[in-house]
């Protein structure tokens, strides 16, 4: 496990009086001669963090560490355009308002402005950013002495925050030791940290990790065109469809049909398409929390790719329910998929790049994928419904036996 001992340091809890063994900057004692960069992005980038906001201050954006306490405690950047009304899931005590999301912008070196509206962290699959440092098949040549002498020069360095008081300054939110490197956390690196560290240090000693993502590339940073070229596929159904699934409605809106993750809260909160031909006072087993209505039921009816119209009278349906049924070969350990994980991270990756219709991108009309996971040598991709076609998409693009789709929906019997 990484020793990230200088994360709450970085994370702007030196406001409580500084952290204990912290060295401050030491005059003449850099990590590395030269300018150290302050890149700004060229594009919109994707923060997933806690914006946190005190009574008559502006809204933070943490990167970094947060402390575990009620309200919370963190700091960073400031983030420019928030707004709290169209944040769902915020939570406010002691005069801090806070909530954790995925939120897309533009960083300047300085500042985070909001481009697009905020998913909470609940409600989102998060990306994969798999490094293959990180693989304890790829072990860094530097032994422990060495990196952490490397890692007292760098706490000693002038651009290290050893005492932040103006996060527009600050890059650095943590650093530790972890499979033979030097890691380095900071809050945008478009290569140029990366390569500074590389032409001080040598290759291979400081791996640099960036909080914050460029939309529509690779954990490593290079551009990726998609998972698979194409379009990807959205099947309908003109027979009947069925599914397991919790039902919700908020208060004077319309009732949803939730085929994804549900947050295990009261009242639950979950997002799914609109479900037509609805009506609480047809079924059983509904309960309503704070002005939510929910069941879980299984639905029958016709998926048109957008909506989901109601045909026969709703199931009420348990979480232990073994429906619908797993495929096959997720449940035979002894003989997993051909692809080993390292891939199949980097192929999520691929995935999450991609321009597809996802559960992230909030417009439930034009979403097909729920979420996605490796699994017993396979990736395994949800989606509302799959006639065959999104299998083969996948399967054209990265071979058969790569990606295992699952369908919420299947033909009704």
Known sequence: MRTLGRLLCAAGLLALAGCAGSAGPGAGATAAPGEFPRPAADGEVLAQATVLQKDGEDPQLCLGAVADSYPPLC?????LGWDWAVAEQA??????????????????????????????LSLYDPLAQF?????????????????????????????????IT????????????????LWVSVI??????????????????VAVESALRDVGTSAEGTHTEGAAPGELPRPTSVDELTGRATVLQEEGGQPTVCFGAVDASLPPQCGGPVVTGWDWADVE????????????????GIWDGGVFRLTQPAIPATRGDPYPAQDPRLLDEDTPGPTDEAVLLQRQDELHAAD?????????????????????????LD??????SIQRFFDDQWGAGVMIVQSALRPAD
């Open 356 to 380: 597809y219709d996802h559960a992230a991108n909030g417009d439930w009309s034009k979403i097909t994928i729920l979420g996605d996971g490796p699994e017993n040598g396979y990736l395994v």
């Open 75 to 79: 700091g960073g950047p400031p983030i």
């Open 131 to 163: 490094d293959p440092r990180h693989d304890p098949a790829n072990v860094g040549p530097s032994d422990d002495s060495t990196l952490l002498d490397l890692q007292e020069r760098l706490h000693t360095a002038e651009y290290y925050p050893a005492q």
């Open 188 to 205: 945008y690196d478009d290569g140029s940290i990366q390569k500074f560290f590389d032409d001080q240090w040598g290759e291979g000693v």
């Open 91 to 120: 939570e406010t005590a002691s005069g801090v308002t806070w909530g954790s999301y995925a939120i897309t912008g533009t960083w300047d070196a300085s500042a985070f402005t909001v481009t697009g509206p905020p998913i909470p």
């Open 285 to 300: 087993g509904a309960e309503t929390i704070s002005g939510v209505t929910s069941g879980m039921y299984a639905v029958t």
């Open 166 to 181: 103006d996060w527009s300054e600050t890059l650095i939110l943590g650093d530790g030791l972890e499979n033979g490197y």
């Open 383 to 388: 989606v509302i419904y799959d006639d065959g």
